[in-house]
């Protein structure tokens, strides 16, 4: 057999290099009927090319490494999209169909490096009254044994908060001794003034920033939110552009899951859950150091829809799965050839009128640094009488189950807490059978559990809700059969 990295296989099948799946199949079919040496002006020697090519890029692990391989290290900056899509088909005679279509982001960037020039990162603890005791000794912990952790190149600011915000560490080197004892010095008290905090964790950034540093915002917080989301939300657009991941951390049952998670999602960070069983030092510290990425840019996308194109809902999938908000400009996170990224972007197609839409979707993706971006447009399924469903794309199969069931938790939750309990309760179980159905036993189990305290109380435990909802979004994560709640 010859060796197929020496080969442009696109172009044997005749295909883009965004091919998807389904092109690379009826590409491969197509060229093997005109190409088979039993017909005329069939080639032996391009039938064994075809048949290569064909093995090469059906496969996503083999395609992967011939991607990287015609690529090459000269190439940093050259972002790859893969679309896969489902349906594959629209059957005649509808006014609407939904569709899925999975984006997965490949490219040669530079590796991260364990020191380089270094991060800038504020963290910002919640000291406000509820935080005492359990919760801050542990987010102190964590942040005094985080020292070990980062470099000497390193910036921290570390900025408490609760009516008001006060600097307890500014733009120092995290290895010099000291920060113990400022952070000891903590007190909770207070009520929970997010958006001043996250405005101050803004000044500080900009105010000490080099263009060579990634920067973070690391937030903990136990509380509710009291009238300052659009505040909040002002500060996440604009820490978006000037590239600044947002962290966030919610400790027990109270915080406002919906701002946290758009803050995040907006600035290409992510929204974490501590349990009380997880809030330990060493639990938040694993969280800290895999957000901590050095010398990797951050992955930019545009999704620009047809005129009868609406965008439903997008879930990243990787890195940090979480449903992300769009907008014309969207930060998908840190991103490196190593850490791929990809996300589910779910849109519903208006059949009705005088529909002329080639396209469904054009996609542009760049990453910081780079000057251009790679832009490809997604078609239109094709029309078909055919009443039996083809089926779909394994990956995107399996993505669309898991968040079919982050939808129907979300759903129960309204019910429930609105006083439908039945009706919620009834929705909930049916996202246990099939959480259950599809190999999510721990899931299983923890949303069993909370119905028998519905049952019992008529309400969620204390960390229920946040039990379900986080652990149906872990189902996102990649290659995970189970997870634990």
Same mark, same amino acid.
């Given at each position: 057999m010859t060796d197929p990295s020496r080969k442009d296989l696109y172009s044997i099948l005749g295909i883009s290099p965004t091919a998807s799946l389904q092109e690379i199949k009826s590409a491969f079919r197509k060229a093997l009927k005109e190409n088979h040496p039993d017909v005329a002006n069939g080639s032996?020697?391009?039938?064994?090319?075809?048949?290569?090519?064909?093995?090469?890029?059906?496969?996503?692990?083999?395609?992967?490494?011939?991607?990287?391989?015609?690529?090459?290290?000269?190439?940093?900056?050259?972002?790859?999209?893969?679309? #896969?899509?489902?349906?594959?088909?629209?059957?005649?005679?509808?006014?609407?169909?939904?569709?899925?279509?999975?984006?997965?982001?490949?490219?040669? #960037?530079?590796?991260?490096?364990?020191?380089?020039?270094?991060?800038e990162l504020v963290i910002l603890i919640d000291t406000s009254t509820s935080m005492a005791g359990t919760k801050l000794d542990a987010v102190k912990s964590a942040c005094q044994a985080l020292r070990g952790g980062l470099h000497p190149a390193d910036k921290l600011t570390i900025i408490g908060f609760n009516?008001?915000?006060?600097?307890?560490?500014?733009?120092?080197?995290?290895?010099?001794?000291?920060?113990?004892?400022?952070?000891?010095?903590?007190?909770?008290k207070g009520g929970t003034e997010l958006s001043k905090a996250l405005d101050m964790a803004g000044q500080r950034l900009a105010a000490h920033h080099r263009k060579d540093r990634p920067q973070y915002i690391f937030l903990f917080t136990d509380g509710k939110t009291y009238g300052d989301e659009n505040a909040?939300?002002?500060?996440?657009?604009?820490?978006?552009?000037?590239?600044?991941?947002?962290?966030?951390?919610?400790?027990?049952? %109270?915080?406002?899951?919906?701002?946290?998670?758009?803050?995040?999602?907006?600035?290409?960070?992510?929204?974490?859950?501590?349990?009380?069983?997880?809030?330990?030092?060493?639990?938040?510290?694993?969280?800290?150091?895999?957000?901590?990425?050095?010398?990797?840019?951050?992955?930019?996308?545009?999704?620009?829809?047809?005129?009868?194109?609406?965008?439903?809902?997008?879930?990243?999938?990787?890195?940090?799965?979480?449903?992300?908000?769009?907008?014309?400009?969207?930060?998908?996170?840190?991103?490196?050839?190593?850490?791929?990224?990809?996300?589910?972007?779910?849109?519903?197609?208006?059949?009705?009128?005088?529909?002329?839409?080639?396209?469904?979707?054009?996609?542009?993706?760049?990453?910081?640094?780079?000057?251009?971006?790679?832009?490809?447009?997604?078609?239109?399924?094709?029309?078909?009488?055919?009443?039996?469903?083809?089926?779909?794309?394994?990956?995107?199969?399996?993505?669309?189950?898991?968040?079919?069931?982050?939808?129907?938790?979300?759903?129960?939750?309204?019910?429930?807490?609105?006083?439908?309990?039945?009706?919620?309760?009834?929705?909930?179980?049916?996202?246990?059978?099939?959480?259950?159905?599809?190999?999510?036993?721990?899931?299983?189990?923890?949303?069993?559990?909370?119905?028998?305290?519905?049952?019992?109380?008529?309400?969620?435990?204390?960390?229920?809700?946040?039990?379900?909802?986080?652990? #149906?979004?872990?189902?996102?994560?990649?290659?995970?059969? %189970?997870?634990?709640?």
């Amino acid at each position: 057999m010859t060796d197929p990295s020496r080969k442009d296989l696109y172009s044997i099948l005749g295909i883009s290099p965004t091919a998807s799946l389904q092109e690379i199949k009826s590409a491969f079919r197509k060229a093997l009927k005109e190409n088979h040496p039993d017909v005329a002006n069939g080639s032996t020697t391009r039938f064994f090319d075809i048949r290569d090519a064909y093995v090469t890029l059906s496969k996503e692990k083999t395609r992967e490494e011939y991607d990287r391989s015609i690529h090459g290290q000269n190439d940093l900056g050259l972002i790859q999209i893969l679309p #896969t899509i489902y349906p594959e088909e629209i059957p005649f005679g509808i006014d609407r169909a939904r569709i899925s279509l999975h984006l997965k982001f490949t490219g040669a #960037t530079e590796k991260s490096t364990s020191s380089g020039q270094g991060i800038e990162l504020v963290i910002l603890i919640d000291t406000s009254t509820s935080m005492a005791g359990t919760k801050l000794d542990a987010v102190k912990s964590a942040c005094q044994a985080l020292r070990g952790g980062l470099h000497p190149a390193d910036k921290l600011t570390i900025i408490g908060f609760n009516d008001f915000p006060n600097i307890l560490f500014e733009n120092q080197d995290p290895t010099l001794p000291g920060l113990g004892n400022k952070i000891q010095t903590v007190q909770a008290k207070g009520g929970t003034e997010l958006s001043k905090a996250l405005d101050m964790a803004g000044q500080r950034l900009a105010a000490h920033h080099r263009k060579d540093r990634p920067q973070y915002i690391f937030l903990f917080t136990d509380g509710k939110t009291y009238g300052d989301e659009n505040a909040c939300l002002q500060f996440a657009a604009q820490a978006a552009e000037n590239i600044v991941a947002v962290h966030c951390f919610g400790i027990g049952p %109270e915080w406002n899951e919906t701002l946290l998670e758009e803050i995040s999602g907006r600035t290409g960070g992510s929204t974490n859950f501590l349990s009380q069983k997880q809030l330990t030092a060493k639990e938040i510290l694993r969280y800290l150091h895999s957000a901590i990425t050095r010398k990797v840019p951050d992955l930019y996308l545009s999704l620009t829809p047809s005129p009868e194109s609406q965008i439903l809902s997008i879930y990243r999938l990787n890195p940090s799965p979480q449903q992300i908000p769009y907008y014309p400009k969207m930060v998908i996170g840190r991103f490196s050839g190593e850490r791929q990224a990809s996300i589910l972007v779910e849109l519903e197609l208006n059949l009705q009128g005088n529909f002329t839409s080639k396209s469904l979707l054009t996609v542009s993706s760049w990453i910081s640094g780079m000057p251009s971006a790679h832009t490809i447009d997604i078609p239109v399924p094709a029309s078909s009488s055919n009443s039996e469903e083809k089926i779909p794309d394994e990956t995107i199969r399996d993505v669309t189950q898991k968040v079919v069931l982050i939808r129907m938790q979300q759903k129960a939750r309204k019910l429930i807490n609105k006083g439908s309990l039945v009706e919620g309760k009834k929705l909930l179980n049916r996202v246990a059978e099939l959480s259950r159905q599809y190999g999510h036993v721990s899931l299983a189990q923890t949303i069993v559990l909370e119905l028998n305290e519905l049952d019992a109380s008529k309400h969620f435990s204390d960390e229920g809700e946040k039990k379900i909802h986080f652990g #149906t979004r872990a189902l996102l994560l990649p290659d995970e059969k %189970e997870q634990k709640s």
